[in-house]
């Protein structure tokens, strides 16, 4: 068999599979047969067709192209050497296999996943509303990586995301991550002393590596710290630490480009729908189901467009529950009574600086106290970011991403103080705010099919854990759609699902 026959192959093999989305509806598809222009295969042949035309392209001189097609050069062929062609379609693609809503680090990692492994086999348009990515939660964040949590699913996740973090260049390519390996040092009092040498039994099991240090270790061990109010610190040995998040995510984006996968600027206003009676939903009414057919989709232009896709996937971050509300999602009957439950929630990181005796060092790990206070080392300067997530009842306002400076002196630099003698004196050196993709439900990832569509997926609401996650959450939402089910970590129980039955995902002791 030659190596265009098994491309060939290849491409039907993932196009039919494609359409083979594992959801938890209840469906009767009617069998319409090879005429239907949506059908698997029909879809497939028409794509072998482009393929061969391709090919032809290729493989014949122009003079013979231009002869059996009647054009001077084939978009494909401009395509093909990399030529830009003004041709509108190319510009704004309006029918795709796979439409992202989102292009941060969630939306841009799935779109790279799918076209890793699909390639031509599937079109996938990336929706990305700010391509400069200024408000965006992933390039806002401090980039921590660490296995520190209590649930399998997130240590799992972020396990997968260091290893693929080492291995970046054979993914991404030419990507600097700046990695800096000194772990995360997570502080319990009395209170949480078990539940950290539980956590921690759990994550080593999982093939995390920390260890567990009484107060006296944590003091030889960082001369800095005070041990006042602490039991013992858990301490991450390997795989943990902090990154570039704009360098992971301009990786995924660069390369998912080159796989082919289209970026569109412009922001998803609605959704239009399509009646399907061969769909049946428990508490509906027979033939009164109606899918995802098109988003709709307003350029910076102020053009009202449409596109029309197979599969829909929700990773507008931090703005995924209002994109949701647009599918009916938490305004309809039924299992649309159910909102998406993640909104954007603000959040303030403070540089400070420090030029007292015995300040943490070079090598100081990313640090949490047990009311949540964290502080890590930035450069060579004395310089270090800080922050803490205030309480539920003192959610600052999200109309803007205004700094306030206040907060620190009320409620992060006495927790500094108390823990480190050294930063009584620190001064706020700058300081930005950024948007966490909020789960108010259980402050958990929500991924995978939506209950009542049989074309959207779900991914978003991290709740600050997120740019660790994006290499696994990527990889699992194309298993979804190429397998039709997980294939390496089964993240089922943080589906939709869990919202509709009550059973929340909840992280203990972790911040």
């Known amino acids: ?99 992202i809503i989102g292009g941060g680090g969630v939306g ?64 991404l390519g030419d990507v600097e991550l700046n990695f800096t390996p000194h772990g995360y040092l997570t502080l319990a009092s009395e209170q949480g002393a078990e539940i950290l040498k539980r956590n921690s039994k759990l994550q ?35 795989r943990e630490g902090w990154f570039d998040p704009w360098a992971l995510l301009m990786g995924f984006k660069s390369k998912a480009k080159e796989f082919g996968a ?58 995924s529950g209002e994109v949701a509300k647009l599918a009916r999602v938490g305004t309809g009957k039924g299992i649309l009574a159910t909102p998406l439950p993640v909104e954007p929630r603000k959040r303030y990181v403070y540089v400070i600086n420090s030029q ?8 100081t790990p990313l640090s949490i106290d047990p009311d949540g206070t964290y502080f890590r080392r930035d450069g060579l300067a004395g310089n270090y970011l800080c922050g803490r997530s205030p309480s539920s009842d003192r959610e600052p306002a999200i109309d803007n991403l205004d700094v306030d400076h206040s907060y620190f002196e009320t409620d992060v630099w006495p927790t500094l103080a108390k823990r480190c003698k050294a930063f009584e004196s620190a001064k706020v050196a700058s300081s ?21 569509y049989n074309n959207l997926l779900i991914a978003t609401g991290f709740s600050g854990h997120g740019i660790q996650q994006t290499p696994a959450v990527g990889r699992a939402i194309s298993e979804l759609i190429i397998d039709g089910r997980y294939r390496t970590i089964d993240l089922t129980r943080l589906s939709f699902d869990r919202i509709l039955i009550d059973q929340p995902m909840f992280e203990t002791n972790i911040y």
């Open 108 to 171: 841009s990692s799935v779109a790279y996943w799918l076209k890793e492994k699909a390639r031509d086999g599937l079109s996938v348009v990336v929706v990305e509303r700010d391509p400069t990515y200024e408000r965006a939660s992933t390039v806002l964040s401090v980039g921590g990586l660490r296995q520190q949590f209590s649930l399998p699913e997130n240590i799992e996740m972020s396990l997968f995301g260091a290893e693929f973090m080492r291995e970046i260049k054979n993914h």
């Open 356 to 363: 007292g005796q015995n300040a943490p060092g070079l090598c």
């Open 262 to 319: 289209h970026f569109v600027h412009g922001n998803v206003v609605n959704f239009e729908f399509k009646e399907q009676s061969e769909v049946i939903i428990y508490g509906n009414t027979e033939g009164d189901y109606q899918a995802l057919d098109k988003a709709v989709v307003q350029t910076p232009d102020g053009e009202i467009r449409s596109i029309t896709f197979a599969i829909c996937v929700i990773a507008a971050g931090a703005y």
């Open 204 to 238: 080593n099991e999982l093939g995390a590596r920390n260890e567990i240090l009484n107060a006296t270790q944590l003091k030889n061990k960082f001369p800095w710290i005070s041990t006042d109010g602490i039991v013992l610190g858990c301490h991450g040995l390997e």
């Open 432 to 452: 930005w705010a950024g948007f966490y993709e909020y789960n108010v439900y259980d402050e958990n990832g929500i991924i995978g099919p939506h209950p009542y």
């Open 1 to 99: 068999m030659s190596q265009i026959t098994r491309v060939l192959l290849s491409r039907f093999y993932s196009q039919f599979h494609a359409r083979s989305l594992t959801t938890s509806v209840v469906y009767c598809n009617k069998n319409k047969g090879l005429g239907d222009k949506n059908h698997p295969i029909t879809r497939t042949l028409n794509i072998l067709k482009n393929d061969m035309k391709t090919v032809r392209d290729l493989l014949l001189p122009s003079s013979w192209v231009d002869k059996i097609s009647g054009t001077s050069e084939t978009s494909n062929l401009k395509q093909f050497r990399g030529e830009k062609s003004n041709s509108p379609a190319e510009l704004f693609q309006t029918h795709c296999d796979i439409l």
